[in-house]
């Protein structure tokens, strides 16, 4: 019985592909299976390159752990005036002060933790989009880039949360060194220690990188259809910067939520909603946005790494390969 439905099935994919004009043949081969499978209700293939996803994997991690390293001193600034009742020019007087060593501080835990994180990230971004553009071929591409960003924020967010909160602890100077802050952060919490502002994090992240990746993908075909062309790599980097700058300053509220729960005293719980009231009450809505211009700074070179740099450092590879495929041919 099951052989005759099998062989139904194919006689009637044989018909469809049949009656299909000879130029809808040469299309996607996914389209033509999704109009067969609008008659004969199958599961379209999925096919997910592990290669492909382990590129963009090491790709995105490298480049985000590249940038980090680079722009660590103005995230450090970006904590301070966030940690404290400091404004930004008043960190900045106090430079010489603070010197290279603390703007470095928890360098080593925010390295690791954005290789990991975002490195898990892009390989889960990719292989969500193979999927979506799979099961549901007209879906529009915004909405696979927005779906596909949520999904892979949100995993590799969890990842990188305890780095996150023995870095800004490391910043705001409540620990010296990184073992310290690990053997404090345990003393004082335990280990939901290093899980303090989950909540705060993902709120910030989520919308960061949905919008900043749609923001990015809709920016680079705007840019490409004004001029006419593909865009030239320093272009693509400045479009990914702008986008990751702008989508930086819409979320700086949920990222002074989270400096102030990660660096509150030890053995206090502090809630989203306390420490949101509290800003409001003794600093006005201007306090959600403490550390707007830093965080700027800090997240366009970022942004043009995550979004920009990866996508060029992804070509590069699949480039690489290429040739050296085309010269073991030749050979």
Request: hydrophobic share 45%; net charge positive.
């Amino acid at each position: 019985m099951q052989t005759q439905k099998n062989l139904f099935l194919m006689d009637i994919f044989g018909i469809l592909c049949f009656l299909l004009p000879s130029d809808r043949l040469q299309e996607d081969p996914r389209s033509i299976w999704f109009e067969a499978a609008t008659v004969v209700a199958v599961p379209p293939p999925v096919e997910i390159p592990a290669g492909s996803v382990l590129k963009s994997a090491l790709a995105g991690g490298l480049s985000c752990a590249l940038s980090t390293s680079l722009m660590h001193p103005m995230d450090t600034i970006k904590t301070r005036v966030q940690a404290s009742t400091l404004t930004f020019p008043e960190i900045i007087s106090k430079l010489p002060q603070i010197g290279a060593r603390g703007l470095y501080r928890g360098s080593i835990p925010a390295i690791l933790g954005q290789f990991s994180s975002h490195g898990l990230r892009t390989g889960i971004f990719e292989a969500s989009k193979l999927v979506l553009i799979n099961v549901a071929p007209t879906l529009p591409d915004l909405q696979v880039q927005s779906v596909a960003s949520f999904c892979s924020t949100f995993l590799g967010t969890a990842v990188r949360i305890p780095c996150e909160v023995l870095k800004q602890r490391l910043q705001a100077g409540i620990f010296d060194n990184v073992g310290e802050a690990i053997v404090g952060t345990w003393n004082q919490d335990g280990l939901k220690g290093f899980f303090r502002g989950t909540g705060a994090t993902l709120c910030r992240e989520v919308p960061f990188y949905v919008a900043g990746m749609g923001l990015y993908a809709e920016s680079k075909k705007v840019v490409q259809q004004l001029l006419g062309r593909e865009l030239e790599p320093w272009e693509t980097i400045a479009v990914g910067a702008l986008s990751g700058g702008l989508a930086a300053v819409v979320t700086t509220p949920f990222d002074v939520m989270k400096t102030r729960m990660m660096t509150a005293p030890q053995g206090r719980s502090v809630s989203m909603s306390v420490v949101a009231f509290s800003i409001l009450r003794h600093e006005g809505p201007l306090g959600l946005f403490k550390g707007a211009v830093p965080r700027f700074f800090w997240i366009a070179p970022l942004g043009a790494m995550n979004f920009a740099g990866y996508e060029l450092a992804r070509k590069a590879m699949v480039k690489n390969e290429e040739q050296a495929a085309e010269q073991i041919s030749q050979r």
